[in-house]
């Protein structure tokens, strides 16, 4: 074998300025491939690291209440971060993340804006703020004068942004938008900061500190925004930090433990919500007979109906208004609502005798005015399960949508949701796989093409390699002959020129993947200015980005190696298959 | 988003204010509860709206649509025959289910009943028949007192009350209103951010009276925060009889719109 491959070798230096020739053609063919498969891992490297994590992080706990995405509020942060807390042990980093909608005026200019959240409470790790510092190359101002509160609330903003609106440092911007309990609100901000954006996406918000947004978007002291968890090993880890914290999050019925007066009577009850969709009024309309009022007002969106006994106790008569109290889970003070009862329930009536069921709009008013705290188990235990008619339609505490393997299904399922128009909020936990599917597709189907087109471009180059072969062996069949009758092997001379080729591809090749990396380091240096063209968020900083990875590298090299041998192999065998009398003979 | 818009400053306009008051200096609450008490028009009625909007570098654009309400249910169907771009565009709702309809691509889009209309102005609240009772509550000054006084607006003698909202769920935590103090027309309303600052004033300038009630037929309003922005509403040819159920369908609104 070693005798062979230092013939082969010999042999491949003897043709130098043929071996050559085909050699640069085999290099190109590979440096191609490699620049290729590096700048569009680095397409997806910049879509994952830069923008998708940063807009839903590895893994994302998001919110939609009375199903408007906007309303990215969930009234529970303890229940969210405890979930989290337990279920994310991988997680580097959870913070909220707040990116709000509204209008700005600048001086005498108006325009659309987003405002998004940076929080500027914890410390940053050394990664951390070089990533911030590559983002935010500033022209003027600090990153951290987003702290300073002494002239207004300080914002940061992309330097497009600020030429439009036609402000500078110091100047005062207006701002209008929608919180999330749809209350308008306004404010003025000062420009703090002017910088320089990382890609397109970022010249269009505008970045104000965490706590600043969260006042103005109307956020509670226990309301939380969207969460984004940053994993050590997100390729690893996302989609089953994902798959936990969906487990631990798993919602029970909304149940809210308070008193009633009507009359001038008083009774302890709970009061239950049901779901006000077509098919759950009609269940309901089917499942529980009334002993007073009117069944189709009672089944409706404005409906309240009371337990047979509980009805009796408060002495309430069919369009009796009550007034319900309840204490709240952190507001001291609770809630306080009234209800117009438009039905009692049958004495048989699946419904326990203390519950009051209120229609999902109204139930979940109340709810989410003053969070109840977890019913105690006494309660509970008398409350409707799964083997109760009822339990299907009852109010959960906010409901979880199913998790999901792609941003089509996300996307389905968010129609869906905002379709059934329910009344709560709706919990979704997402990994960055779901989230920016399309992005794995992105970059599959960039790696494909250009598969394609180096397979095209090698299937020229190999053509080349294949007639070289040809004329090799025609012009050595003497040669071959020679050596077949001093004893050389067939399979000798078939793995001599085998070996021939498979080295002249694979020095080729690293030649070619040396010639990858000085090309994207060249590449790399020069500055493309796409303005405001969507392109820019191939750029980062403005340069082009590539990423290559020692596993691609390795296989294509591999995969021009193998491809070669497999080339080599039919001529090389029909030069071992020569009679070793007629190779000698062999004259041109 | 633009003609959403205009929609819901129309619909704010017929929800809120279709009221009528007599009587002297009174308690606030009294005078929401009054004006609640005057403003459902308990019958079906269709009009014609005539929507005309102002914006800074703009120009005008006048938008014009048939309105359809049908009483037992509160649906309604709102047909635009003007400018050329919207003819044939319409909105539906009926119970808890509300279509956007877009003659160009002939599909009807579901919307969220309590949805921000394509995010825009348009809440679910101007949607809905929401007691103003419910949603407000009189201001106070520090030493408790309501603040109510009695004034002139031009020459006519007006109550001015101040209210804050009893609830999260509504667009302007405070607002303003000047009502008349011989019949309680509402004539001004000022609605302010939750940081108080002054984001719309509305001026309702022209009633007429259907079935005893009022219904404001010229309203102005003005955007306060993009300074420019405006918008009159001008309805007429108010018709009170019963309206046809098949008007009430998507087959209505998508032949009205061949």
Same mark, same amino acid.
């Given at each position: 074998?070693?005798?062979?491959?230092?013939?082969?070798?010999?042999?491949?230096?003897?043709?130098?300025?043929?071996?050559?020739?085909?050699?640069?053609?085999?290099?190109?063919?590979?440096?191609?491939?490699? *620049?290729?498969?590096?700048?569009?891992? @680095?397409?997806?490297?910049?879509?994952?690291?830069?923008?998708?994590?940063?807009?839903?992080?590895?893994?994302?706990?998001?919110? $939609?209440?009375?199903?408007?995405?906007?309303?990215?509020?969930?009234?529970?942060?303890?229940?969210?971060? !405890?979930?989290?807390?337990?279920?994310?042990?991988?997680?580097?980093?959870?913070?909220?993340?707040?990116?709000?909608?509204?209008?700005?005026?600048?001086?005498?200019?108006?325009?659309?804006?987003?405002?998004?959240?940076?929080?500027?409470?914890?410390? *940053?790790?050394?990664?951390?703020?070089?990533?911030?510092?590559?983002?935010?190359?500033?022209?003027?101002?600090?990153?951290?004068?987003?702290?300073?509160?002494?002239?207004?609330?300080?914002?940061?903003?992309?330097?497009?942004?600020?030429?439009?609106?036609?402000?500078?440092?110091?100047?005062?911007?207006?701002?209008?938008?929608?919180?999330?309990?749809?209350?308008?609100?306004?404010?003025?901000?000062?420009?703090a900061g002017i910088f320089k954006p990382a890609n397109v996406f970022m010249s269009f918000p505008i970045f104000l500190e965490l706590q600043d947004i969260r006042r103005l978007a109307g956020y509670g002291p226990h309301d939380i925004a969207a969460i984004q968890i940053t994993l050590n090993d997100p390729q690893h880890t996302a989609k089953k930090v994902a798959d936990r914290i969906h487990d631990a999050l798993k919602p029970g019925l909304a149940v809210i433990e308070g008193a009633a007066q009507c009359r001038g009577e008083r009774a302890d009850l709970v009061a239950l919500g049901f779901r006000t969709d077509s098919a759950s009024r009609a269940f309901l309309g089917v499942k529980v007979k009334l002993a007073a009022g009117d069944s189709a007002k009672t089944f409706s969106y404005e409906g309240v109906l009371i337990a047979y006994r509980l009805a009796a106790a408060l002495k309430v008569k069919a369009g009796d208004t009550l007034r319900f109290s309840w204490k709240g889970k952190y507001d001291t003070a609770g809630g306080t609502i009234k209800y117009v009862v438009t039905g009692i329930a049958d004495s048989g009536a699946p419904v326990p005798d203390d519950v009051l069921l209120v229609n999902e709009r109204d139930f979940y008013r109340a709810y989410y005015m003053s969070l109840p705290p977890a019913a105690r188990p006494e309660v509970m235990i008398s409350m409707p399960d799964s083997s109760n008619p009822i339990w299907s339609v009852l109010a959960p505490e906010y409901m979880l949508m199913k998790r999901c393997a792609t941003t089509q299904e996300v996307t389905k399922i968010m129609r869906e $949701?905002?379709?059934?128009?329910?009344?709560?909020?709706?919990?979704?936990?997402?990994?960055?796989?779901?989230?920016?599917s399309a992005v794995l597709k992105l970059e599959f189907a960039l790696n494909l093409i250009t598969l394609i087109a180096g397979m095209v471009l090698f299937f020229i180059i190999l053509i080349g390699v294949i007639n070289t072969l040809r004329m090799t062996i025609r012009e050595r069949t003497r040669e071959i002959g020679t050596v077949r009758a001093i004893g050389m092997q067939k399979s000798d001379v078939r793995l001599m020129f085998i070996l021939e080729t498979a080295l002249l591809a694979l020095f080729a090749s690293l030649v070619g993947t040396g010639g990858a990396f000085a090309a994207m380091r060249v590449l790399s240096w020069v500055t493309i200015d796409t303005g405001d063209n969507p392109l820019g968020m191939l750029l980062v900083n403005s340069h082009l980005y590539f990423a290559p990875t020692v596993i691609a590298t390795v296989a294509y090299n591999a995969l021009i190696v193998v491809i070669a041998i497999g080339t080599a192999y039919f001529p090389a065998r029909r030069a071992s298959n020569l009679s070793a009398a007629n190779a000698m003979r062999h004259y041109e | 988003m633009r003609t959403r818009t205009i929609i819901a400053l129309f619909f704010s306009a017929i929800t809120v204010l279709s009221s009528g008051y007599a009587g002297d200096m009174p308690a606030i609450d009294s005078l929401l509860k009054k004006m609640e008490n005057n403003i459902s028009i308990s019958t079906d009625a269709r009009a014609k709206v005539m929507l005309t909007q102002q914006k800074p570098?703009?120009?005008?654009?006048?938008?014009? $649509?048939?309105?359809?309400?049908?009483?037992?249910? #509160?649906?309604?169907?709102?047909?635009?025959?003007?400018? !050329?771009? !919207?003819?044939?565009? @319409?909105?539906?709702?009926?119970?808890? #289910?509300?279509? $956007?309809?877009?003659? #160009?691509?002939?599909?009807?889009?579901?919307? #969220?009943?309590? !949805?921000?209309?394509?995010?825009?102005?348009?809440?679910?609240?101007?949607?809905?028949?929401?007691? *103003?009772?419910?949603?407000?509550k009189p201001a106070a000054d520090s030493a408790g007192n309501e603040i109510i006084k009695e004034g002139k607006l031009g020459s006519i003698a007006v109550y001015r009350f101040e209210v804050r909202a009893k609830v999260s769920d509504v667009s302007y935590p405070y607002k303003i209103f000047w009502v008349r103090t011989d019949n309680g027309l509402l004539l001004k309303e000022q609605s302010f951010s939750s940081s108080k600052a002054l984001m719309s004033t509305a001026y309702y300038r022209k009633y007429t009276t259907v079935l005893g009630k009022f219904v404001p037929v010229l309203q102005l309003f003005i955007d306060e925060f993009e300074k420019g922005n405006k918008t009159t509403v001008e309805i007429s040819g108010i018709v009170t009889e019963k309206l046809d159920d098949r008007i009430f369908t998507k087959a209505y609104l998508e032949n009205l719109s061949k």
């Open positions: 074998m070693q005798q062979v491959l230092r013939i082969s070798y010999r042999n491949l230096i003897r043709q130098k300025r043929r071996n050559i020739l085909l050699g640069i053609a085999i290099a190109f063919g590979a440096m191609v491939l490699i *620049l290729a498969n590096s700048f569009s891992h @680095g397409i997806s490297k910049v879509l994952f690291e830069r923008i998708v994590r940063y807009t839903s992080g590895h893994v994302s706990v998001s919110y $939609m209440r009375n199903g408007q995405m906007m309303n990215q509020v969930f009234h529970d942060d303890a229940r969210i971060m !405890e979930a989290i807390r337990k279920a994310a042990t991988e997680a580097v980093r959870s913070e909220e993340s707040i990116g709000m909608f509204g209008r700005a005026i600048g001086n005498g200019q108006a325009d659309n804006v987003i405002l998004v959240g940076v929080d500027m409470s914890g410390k *940053l790790t050394e990664k951390e703020q070089k990533e911030y510092e590559s983002n935010f190359k500033l022209l003027y101002g600090s990153f951290n004068a987003l702290k300073d509160k002494s002239n207004g609330i300080p914002v940061l903003l992309a330097e497009q942004k600020a030429k439009y609106l036609k402000v500078k440092m110091g100047d005062a911007l207006r701002v209008r938008l929608t919180g999330v309990t749809n209350q308008m609100s306004s404010a003025q901000l000062v420009v $949701m905002g379709r059934a128009r329910f009344k709560g909020i709706m919990v979704s936990v997402q990994s960055m796989y779901e989230t920016a | 570098n703009q120009g005008v654009k006048n938008f014009e $649509m048939m309105y359809y309400r049908r009483d037992k249910d #509160n649906a309604f169907l709102i047909v635009f025959s003007a400018p !050329e771009a !919207e003819k044939g565009n @319409g909105y539906l709702r009926i119970g808890d #289910n509300f279509w $956007m309809y877009r003659r #160009n691509t002939r599909t009807f889009q579901h919307i #969220n009943r309590d !949805e921000s209309i394509g995010g825009s102005d348009a809440s679910g609240e101007d949607f809905e028949t929401r007691k *103003l009772t419910e949603l407000y």
